[in-house]
């Protein structure tokens, strides 16, 4: 069944930083490219098991609150723009959330969403 996503990201920063960035297939798709390269098991294994941070996240603060801010934000990958992408992309205390539809275009109708909303 399809899923709709809704809500509004909450600037926190986690979805750019440590793991996330290079999560589930993408891993695996990391650790495809660099046998391809011809590095050992051993250094694909760290380059895997590392967590990383976006070079572009920044943080500055408004009204006393840390938010993130991406330094690329109009030009960001696709990845970037969609995340999260489905369910079980969601960090905890996530903004976003999604809804299981059996009709996602008479659900976005009935609710009034917008298309690209939250994104």
Known sequence: MPYIRIGKCKRCGKC????????????QVL?????????????IDWIASQDFKCPYLTYKYENGRKIAVCTIYENRPKECREYPKEPADLLPGCGFSFVEVKNAKSFVQSNRIEEGEGK
Do not use: D, T
């Open 16 to 27: 750019c930083e440590g793991h996330y960035i290079i999560r589930g297939h993408n891993r």
């Open 31 to 43: 650790k495809e490219n660099l046998i391809i390269m011809g590095l050992s098991p051993e250094i």
